[in-house]
Structures are given as structure tokens and as C-alpha cells.
T-cell receptor, first 115, second 112 residues
Framework: DQQVKQNSPSLSVQEGRISILNCDYTNSMFDYFLWYKKYPAEGPTFLISISSIKDKNEDGRFTVFLNKSAKHLSLHIVPSQPGDSAVYFCAASPDRGSTLGRLYFGRGTQLTVWP | DTAVSQTPKYLVTQMGNDKSIKCEQNLGHDTMYWYKQDSKKFLKIMFSYNNKELIINETVPNRFSPKSPDKAHLNLHINSLELGDSAVYFC???????????FGPGTRLTVL
């Protein structure tokens, strides 16, 4: 029972263009969302997050958009660079500010940025 | 300096054996986690400790036993290993539950 879904296993984008990675969730209790980036043979690295009280959060080239009514979030990378090539995991938590801190992950999307 | 480290990086063993994976963080975090990434690439939380106390146990078989000797360490001991235990196991830590988590490099466990 996957509560966080990334339906695109892969995405290929030309350098300089925008990369848009999508994520859907089913649990309406989720109130905190994160994106992680993972290179081969390394652990996931935190990239950017958004609280459910916001609909947009921006950090440099990375912007996350949240549409609560659609239970959908997306990560935009502009401009895309070859070093962005990695697996991107969407994660969600119902426990922000609680004593638990569970994170539920999607299956990941492999982003390839080509020159 | 490695923030979250795991040993070993690779572990190959026979069915029925008992093995341990160690995790250490030097970030001064209070909360540590174990995740399992299976062959389908799903990352699933197994356990979480906060200040050395177990706070999350996500329906993991009792062959898996986490141990936190102090806030900087969370080890995972697995008894009677089975083929289905083959996976990559990630350790993570956060300042407190619910905050951004920092992951270790993973331990690839292969059970033959």
C-alpha cells in the first residue's frame, strides 16, 4: 500500500531546460513533504521541503509546489545541470512537530540531464 | 568528516546466520532511524530511536533488533537471516523527530 507515488521511473532533460518531477500522495494526514536526491552508492541527501500551510517553497534552482486539493507535489529544477542527474525521492510525513517523525517515501525518479 | 556512517558497506552471508550493522552519527542529533530499501527500490522505515528510546517499530519481524547504546549510535542486529532480508539498509538521523533526516551511505546485505 504505497501512500506516496512517483509514477515516472525516469525523466530525461537537456541541460539548461526545466526538469519537473511529480509526486502524488493518498494520505490526507501528511503535513510535511520533502525531496531527497540520491547518487549511486550513496545515501539520500535532503534537498528541499514544504509544509502543508504553504503552496510553494524555493531554494536557488529548486522549487517545490504543493497542491493539497489534488494531493500532488512537484519539484522544478531550473536550469537543469548534468550534476543534477540522480534519483529523486519524494517523501511525506504525518508527524511534523510530533514525537515520531515517520517519513514515507516514493519509489524515486531517475533524472538524467544531458548536455 | 562523515556525518552519518555505516559499517560494513557490503555484507554477504548465508541463510540462518546472525549479523549486525553499525551506524554512527557525529551531528549531535537526538533521533536515529533504520530504513530498508528492497529490490523494488521502496525505502521503508523500520525503527526510530529518540534519545536512546524506541519510538517507531513498523511491523518488523522480531528477528530484527535495534540497539542504541548512546545517542550517537544505532546498531541493527538480525537473527536467522532469510533470503528476503537481502536489501540495502540505510541509517539516518535528525535533530528531533519530524525534522529533516540525514542518511548514511547504506549497507548492501546479500543473503545466499
Amino acid at each position: 500500500d504505497q501512500q506516496v507515488k512517483q509514477n515516472s521511473p525516469s525523466l530525461s532533460v537537456q541541460e539548461g531546460r526545466i526538469s519537473i518531477l511529480n509526486c502524488d500522495y493518498t494520505n490526507s494526514m501528511f503535513d510535511y513533504f520533502l525531496w531527497y536526491k540520491k547518487y549511486p552508492a550513496e545515501g539520500p541527501t535532503f534537498l528541499i521541503s514544504i509544509s502543508s500551510i504553504k503552496d510553494k517553497n524555493e531554494d536557488g534552482r529548486f522549487t517545490v509546489f504543493l497542491n493539497k486539493s489534488a494531493k500532488h507535489l512537484s519539484l522544478h529544477i531550473v536550469p537543469s545541470q548534468p550534476g543534477d542527474s540522480a534519483v529523486y525521492f519524494c517523501a511525506a510525513s504525518p508527524d511534523r512537530g510530533s514525537t515520531l517523525g515517520r517519513l514515507y517515501f516514493g519509489r524515486g525518479t531517475q533524472l538524467t540531464v544531458w548536455p | 568528516d562523515t556525518a552519518v556512517s555505516q559499517t560494513p558497506k557490503y555484507l554477504v552471508t548465508q541463510m540462518g546466520n546472525d549479523k549486525s550493522i553499525k551506524c554512527e552519527q557525529n551531528l549531535g542529533h537526538d533521533t536515529m532511524y533504520w530504513y530498508k530499501q528492497d529490490s523494488k527500490k521502496f525505502l521503508k522505515i523500520m525503527f526510530s530511536y529518540n534519545n536512546k528510546e524506541l519510538i517507531i517499530n513498523e511491523t518488523v519481524p522480531n528477528r530484527f533488533s535495534p540497539k542504541s547504546p548512546d545517542k550517537a549510535h544505532l546498531n541493527l542486529h538480525i537473527n536467522s537471516l532469510e533470503l528476503g532480508d537481502s536489501a540495502v539498509y540505510f541509517c539516518a538521523s535528525s535533530t528531533r523527530p519530524g525534522d529533516e533526516q540525514f542518511f548514511g551511505p547504506g549497507t548492501r546485505l546479500t543473503v545466499l
